[in-house]
């Protein structure tokens, strides 16, 4: 049973089309890097996966949810898939410990003792207990970031997203998010990663997925398909780097 | 409710309204003038113009409207100044809105960045030339939107000159309820033509500032899109 | 012909009181008028919505003075009298819902999209995205420009003499109309006007530069 199933989606803006039927299947615990240029499709369609974007034909299931605007059973979607931004969005008016207790809190009953605990676990795992209560104000980017996916984690999520989570760091701070990300991959998440971080991609990521003009272009084991990319596309791709 | 009584008085409805469009219009453009003249004061004199251009700025804009207009009328004559209704209010009205004006023009002016100043006077041209072709033209360019609601304040605020019996459309409403006793209907129909007014200026100043800065798409508006009140 | 001294100083004082008094007042009312107005802004209904622009967009676009003129007459006219002070609480609270809305109603939608977009994601509902995440920080930008129309607000009880109140402005017309020294006392009324609009004008500024502040990082 596939932890992701996307069938032939296709997606619309108006009268351009950004995706033109996209398919694919992601098993527990593998780790999915989406690559492509920008407009490609690649972040329009993480965003699918959990509701911040609608489709108008196909097909996508989650976690055991089957994807609708139904507001209720998307809540209940989203308790299972977790998301971290570019731009972090953290909420700036509560520390990080509020950040991360807020939803498990109030969406799933958690009492507060539990939510304190797991908050502090989470924050542990990302390397940051000593940011509890600090506000996100006060944390370079790479934090914010790390604190981002503390608080996705805290939701004990089934599959974890991620947009691009390393394009607004300055060089020198993405690293850290890095390891947090490959120590999850090595912890059995599944993982669907939206980059730019082509040597990522390809050592961390099981499969990588190279899309180009709303469709899915090359895709395959990572190391493979770096190395012996079978389109123009990708090898002009992979050759001009990152972007 | 009969609205007959008042409708018939249209002739001096029509004169109020002539002459809240004209005290309107004269003190936006006087006005006009004198902000941008102490714009330019506080950029090129030294800081004393600045601090006497704040000062005026901050006197006007934390007393009510009437109570400058009431210095003006009844507080000069003590002072051996004496003006009627009607020019009391030009000059109350003129310097109210000067000075708000220059708040908003100021906040353009800064929002030009250095660089551009140091283009400009890079490419020889005067310090004057600069203030007018890099400072002032692309300031009033992006604050027009805020400009245009406090134009559209000060002619609403122009119903305050009723008080020293200037018969602009407000003034004429007083006089109409005090003739037909229709106070309901009289304020209904003087509101719905404040209403109209309000409108249709707006509307206007738009357009002119799509006629006068057809360059200004999506460049940064400042200031919010209402601005504060006389 | 009086002279201006110190029992008219003191009435013109005292009057200052029942300015601030009327301005806490429709301040109070109209702000939880006005917080109705927002909501109704926002809503999912057509119909609410519709009419909340629609008041917004006429008492925004007719001066202080009709507002205050069509509450009193309009009651009036349903038969209703009010007393000077309640007339001019009323009036003011219906200019002050207007205003408020709109800024509150901008407040709310100048919190980022990505807040949203965040707190759906973590499966909160609407109700608790506005309660925990968008509200609280729509109050902190709403701040600046609710104090600095709490200045208006003041300015513009300046007329309410007009429904028959006496407030400062009115006290020191009264003064004049027995002394003639217009300048001597209008310098105080303004003074007193200033004395009370130029610490809430420096604190709108003040929480313009603190807020600008924490965004840009």
């Known amino acids: 049973m596939p932890a992701v199933l996307i069938e032939d989606v296709h997606k619309r803006f108006g009268s351009l089309e950004v995706l033109k039927g996209v398919s694919l299947s992601v098993e527990p615990g593998q780790v999915i890097a989406i690559i492509g240029r920008s407009g490609s499709g690649k972040s329009t369609l993480l965003r699918c996966i959990n509701g911040l974007e609608t489709f108008h034909a196909g097909k996508i299931e989650v976690a055991g949810h089957t994807m609708t605007q139904d507001p209720k059973k998307l809540r209940e979607l989203r308790k299972d898939v977790g998301i971290v931004f570019q731009s972090y969005n953290l909420f700036p008016h509560l520390t990080v410990g509020q950040n991360i207790m807020l939803s498990p809190r109030i969406t799933k009953n958690v009492p507060d003792a539990e939510a304190l605990r797991l908050a502090k676990e989470v924050l542990a795992q990302v390397g940051l207990s000593d940011k509890f209560d600090s506000y ?65 991609a390809r050592t961390v990521a099981d499969t990588t997925v190279f899309m180009h003009q709303g469709k899915i272009w090359e895709s395959g084991p990572s190391k493979e398909l770096f190395a012996n990319p079978q389109t123009p596309e990708l090898s002009n791709f992979v050759k001009a780097g990152a972007h | ?104 023009i100021r906040a353009g002016v800064d929002s030009i960045h250095r660089s551009q100043i140091e283009a400009g006077l890079a490419l020889a041209m005067s310090k004057w030339q600069v203030l007018k072709h890099v400072v002032l033209q692309p300031a009033f360019a992006r604050v027009w939107p805020a400009l245009s609601s406090q134009f559209v304040l000060m002619m609403l605020a122009s119903s305050i000159c009723s008080f020293v019996s200037v018969q602009e459309l407000s003034g004429t409403a007083a006089i109409i309820e005090q003739d037909t006793f229709r106070s309901f209907e009289t304020y209904i129909v003087v509101t719905v033509i404040y209403l109209v007014l309000a409108l249709s200026l707006k509307l206007f100043l738009n357009w002119l500032g799509h006629r006068l800065f057809p360059q200004v798409s999506g460049l940064a508006r400042l200031t919010e899109a209402h601005g504060e009140a006389a | 012909m009086q002279t201006f001294g110190w029992p008219e100083a003191l009435f013109i004082l005292r009057s200052a009181g029942w300015t601030l008094a009327l301005t806490a007042i429709a301040f109070f ?100 995205q506005y309660r925990y995440i968008i509200l609280p920080q729509a109050v902190r930008i709403s701040l600046p420009p609710t104090v600095g129309f709490l200045v208006q607000l003041v300015k513009n009880t300046s007329i309410v003499q007009v429904v028959g109140f006496v407030d400062l402005m009115r006290a020191g017309m009264l003064v004049n109309n027995a002394t003639y020294q217009a300048f001597q006392i209008f310098t105080l009324v303004g003074a007193i006007y200033f004395a009370i609009c130029f610490p809430l004008s420096r604190l709108s500024r003040h929480l313009e530069k603190v807020m600008n502040a924490s965004r840009s990082h």
């Open chain 1, 136 to 200: 996100p104000d006060n944390l370079s980017g790479g934090q914010q970031q790390r604190v981002a996916i503390a608080r996705s984690l805290a939701m004990k999520p089934k599959v974890m997203l991620f947009d691009e989570v390393t394009s607004a760091l300055d060089p020198e701070l993405t690293g850290e998010v890095l390891i947090v990300m490959e120590k999850l991959a090595k912890g059995g998440m599944t993982m669907l990663l939206v980059t730019h971080e082509m040597n990522f």
């Open chain 3, 29 to 128: 009312i109209g702000s939880i008028l006005g917080g109705i107005l927002a909501i109704m802004r926002l809503s999912r209904s057509k119909w609410l919505r519709r009419f909340a622009s629609g008041y917004i967009l006429v008492i925004q676009s007719i001066p202080v003075l009709m507002v205050l003129f069509m509450s009193y007459y309009g009651l009036s006219a349903l038969g209703i009298e009010l007393p000077p002070f309640l007339a001019a609480s009323a009036s003011l609270s219906i200019y002050v819902s207007a205003y408020l809305a709109e800024i509150w109603r901008g407040s709310i939608e100048s919190v980022p999209r990505q807040q949203w977009e965040a707190s759906a994601s973590l499966a909160l509902t609407t109700a608790q």
């Open chain 2, 1 to 104: 409710m009969l609205f007959q009584d008042v409708l018939s008085k249209w002739p001096m409805i029509l004169y109020g309204v002539w002459l809240t469009i004209a005290l309107s219009f004269i003190a936006i453009a006087l006005g006009l003038v004198l902000a941008t003249a102490m714009t330019a004061l506080r950029s090129l004199a030294g800081s004393w113009a600045g601090y006497v251009v704040d000062a005026y700025v901050e006197l006007m804009r934390n007393t009510p409207f009437l109570v400058q207009l009431f210095m003006i009328f009844f507080g000069l004559p003590q002072l051996g100044i004496r003006l009627n209704g009607l020019e009391a209010s030009i000059l109350a009205m003129t310097l109210n809105l000067a000075a708000y004006a220059t708040e908003i």
